[in-house]
Structures are given as C-alpha cells and as structure tokens.
C-alpha cells in the first residue's frame, strides 16, 4: 500500500510540474494574457478589458539574448495592435497601434495625421474627444507636440504607435519610436471586462477580436 500511495504521489506531481512546465511554454512563446490599465486605446479597448496577445506572429523571442527573433510569421503592419515594453521603462508593457513602420515619412499638422505625404482620414479607431487644437508654438510643449509633431522618417526595425484615443496617449508623440525587438505580441481577442465603474461585466465585449 506505501509503494502504490507514493507511486500515486510522485505521479500527481509530475503530472503538476509537466502542466507547469506547459503553461510557462505557452505564455513565454505563444499566447499571453493582458489587462488593459488606461484609457488611451479607447474606444477600441476599455478600462478593465483582459486580452489574449499572440505572441508567436512575430518571431519566437528567445529568452535572455536582447529580444533576438527565431521563425517570424510576419512583422507588424500599420493598423495593427500590438504590445511592447515601454522604451523609458522597459518593466512595464504597453499597448498601443502601429501608425507606421521603417522608411515612412510621417507629420501630424494640427491633429491631422499624414504618413507618405498623405493625410490619413479614414481610421474608424481613431477618437479625438478634445475641440481644442493646439498650435505649434504653444507654450505647453506636451500639448504641443500632441497635435503637431515635424516631418520625419522612421527608422530600420524601428515603429511609430499611437493610442486610439488621440487626445489622451502618451505614445510615439512623446517618447519616440519603438524598437522590433521590445514587441511582445499582437493583440488577439477580448477574453474578460469588468467595468469598475458600475461594477459588472461587460458580456457584450468578450469574444471580440481586435482589429
């Protein structure tokens, strides 16, 4: 009876530290889950919204090498959602969309925004919730700079992300470019939302995928 008790015991943890192991495999290579903290991708994401990020799409990142990429899919696009570590402090994660990618010229002219000398119009995540435009010349640099950023190019294996939510990001505007090598993931599908605010469930937003 000892034998097979302890035969069970050292099966019942194995089994624990092989679904470990798995999980860790999992969130480290292939899928990992967020909470959305602020409201700088709204309306597009909520305050309290828990996603899934694919994180294999771009490249398997192989653990302590600086983000060195084995089997990419793909790289990120214009358009898409992905997650990152924060340039300025790379413990946090940060969640933000791709506006454009190495070699596009982009200016924002008053809250217009132009990439290849186009002045992009059609973007139906994109919120500005604020009437007020600041000029170039504003005292307050950061308001500034929120409406108004100088014609530049982005660089090689670097990207230019902004919140959905125009008027209350703090993205590339203020920080700079984000390099291929901190991108995490692409953003998947709304798993959960909880709306602390009138503390319920918002069963309508989960399932949906992000695009």
Do not use: C
């Amino acid at each position: 009876m000892a034998e097979k008790k302890k035969s069970s015991l050292r099966e019942n943890i194995e089994a624990i530290v092989i679904a470990v192991i798995i999980a860790m495999f999992i969130r480290t290579f292939i899928i990992q889950a967020f909470k959305i903290p602020s409201g700088s991708m709204l309306e597009t994401l909520q305050i309290g919204d828990q996603i899934l990020v694919n994180k294999f799409i771009y490249g398997v990142k192989i653990p302590f090498t600086d983000g060195k990429t084995l089997f990419p899919v793909k790289t990120p696009v214009k358009g898409d959602i992905v997650v990152f570590k924060y340039p300025e402090d790379p413990s946090k994660d940060f969640i933000k969309r791709v506006i454009a990618t190495a070699g596009d010229t982009v200016e924002i002219d008053h809250k217009k925004l132009y990439v290849n000398g186009k002045v992009i119009e059609k973007e139906p995540y994109a919120q500005y919730k604020e009437n007020i435009i600041y000029p170039p010349d504003f005292p307050d640099r950061a308001r500034a700079r929120r409406d108004n950023v100088p014609k530049f190019t982005v660089p090689e294996n670097k990207l230019f992300v902004m919140g959905d939510n125009r008027d209350n990001s703090h993205d590339s505007r203020f920080w700079g470019f984000v390099d291929l090598k901190d991108v995490r993931g692409k953003a998947l599908i709304i798993y959960w939302s909880w709306d602390k605010e009138d503390f319920g469930v918002r069963w309508k937003r989960i399932g949906d995928l992000l695009k």
